[in-house]
């Protein structure tokens, strides 16, 4: 029986350029904080999407349960080239998001991390950092606007980028030209699945084939 093909989805990307450094002291020991505008909602951005409240609204409610209030919601330094947290890049965790208006708030801890280190180290010599949003989903125009749909899944709140104000389109088209699917809770790339697609078609082709080669052998016995 043919299993339904899981449906590609894209990775989106959307960067965040005005974000706060906060430093607080915690049992003697100095906590390096950013905080700002993590994701907006209901405007056009720059990469020409914009995305319905309620869309952001039930991935950050879900997003908290599952990563914030577990310790788990990571963040790397730089642009990943995919949805899924590496955890040798990882620089910070995101400990709040919160809707404010049509953006949702966020705060993030630097991490003493070897790319934690990085980030406090360009942090503390000035470098303007910012944030990079991630998640999964498809889009569809609408009065040319790209209006992100309901299946959009936010895989990571922030990254931290150096280049937040730099044009999107290059590391945009690498990261967003892929399709991924989700194949049993993982994710993979759409090339990869194409491709098991196709030797697991050849192969019932070859199935097919063999019995029927067997069926006139039997037929001429």
């Known amino acids: 029986m043919n299993q339904p093909r899981p449906k590609p989805m894209k990775l ?5 350029e005005d974000v706060q450094i906060l430093t607080e002291e ?14 907006q909602s209901e405007l056009t951005n720059r990469n020409g999407r914009r995305y319905p409240f309620e869309v952001l609204n039930r991935e950050v409610e879900r997003y908290n349960e599952e990563y914030v209030k577990t310790k788990r919601a990571l963040g790397e330094l730089g642009h990943p ?24 708030m966020g705060k993030a801890q630097i991490l003493d991390t070897p790319m934690g280190k990085i980030a406090k ?3 503390d010599e000035g470098v303007q950092l910012g ?12 009065e040319g606007i790209s209006v992100v749909r309901d299946d959009f899944m936010l895989t990571t709140a922030a ?15 690498i990261m967003e030209g892929k399709e991924w699917v989700w194949d049993n809770g993982i994710l993979k790339e759409a090339k990869v699945d194409k491709y098991r697609r196709y030797i697991d078609e050849s192969r019932r082709d070859l199935e097919a084939r063999t ?7 039997l037929g001429k016995l």
């Open 159 to 173: 990254d931290i980028v150096a280049d937040p104000s730099a044009p999107d389109a290059f590391v945009n088209g």
């Open 121 to 123: 180290s360009l942090l």
């Open 26 to 39: 915690k049992d003697g020991k100095k906590l390096l904080y950013i905080e700002g505008v993590f994701l």
């Open 131 to 142: 944030v990079s949003s991630r998640g999964m989903g498809s889009i569809e125009k609408q």
């Open 12 to 16: 989106i990307t959307e960067q965040i």
């Open 81 to 104: 080239d995919g949805p899924t947290i590496n955890l040798d890049r990882v620089s910070h965790r995101i400990v709040s998001l919160r809707a404010e208006g049509n953006n949702f």
């Open 211 to 217: 019995l029927k080669v067997f069926e006139d052998f």
